[in-house]
């Protein structure tokens, strides 16, 4: 069992910037693929960004391109995700997810692929 707590939203003004961050407790993160999800009021969950279990390799959704980082520290347990250039339509619950995988270098989109969850952390953006 993997326990996720997420933290660092808030309300933030637009055009600004957010850093959340996902610390992990049961297992060691290195052995998960990870990932940040986000559902605003009304919406279907979606996906955000993704991080493999130790190369590095990231992949974003392309209404965040350029403006999220996904980073991790796997020594720490810890999966942040830096979110700049803030806009109205990033308001949402943010959900950190991680994937069990024996997998080097892969990473993935779909929340149905995640074996854990957080409780989510609010951000909201005022314009």
């Known amino acids: 069992q993997v326990q996720l707590v997420e933290s660092g939203g808030g309300v933030v003004q637009a055009g600004g910037s957010q850093r959340l961050s996902c610390v992990a407790s049961?297992?060691?993160?290195?052995?998960?693929?990870m990932g940040w999800f986000r559902q605003a009021p009304g919406q279907e969950r979606e996906f955000v960004a993704a991080i493999d279990r130790s190369f590095g390799s990231t992949y974003y959704a392309d209404s965040v391109k350029g403006r999220f980082t996904i980073s991790r520290d796997n020594a720490k347990n810890t999966v942040n995700l830096q979110i700049d250039s803030l806009k109205p339509e990033d308001t949402a619950v943010y959900y950190c997810?991680?994937?069990?995988?024996?997998?080097?270098?892969?990473?993935?989109?779909?929340?149905?692929?995640?074996?854990?969850w957080g409780r989510g952390t609010q951000v909201t953006v005022s314009s």
């Open positions: 997810a991680a994937k069990s995988t024996s997998s080097w270098g892969s990473y993935y989109r779909r929340d149905a692929d995640y074996d854990y």
């Open positions: 049961g297992r060691t993160l290195s052995n998960y693929a």
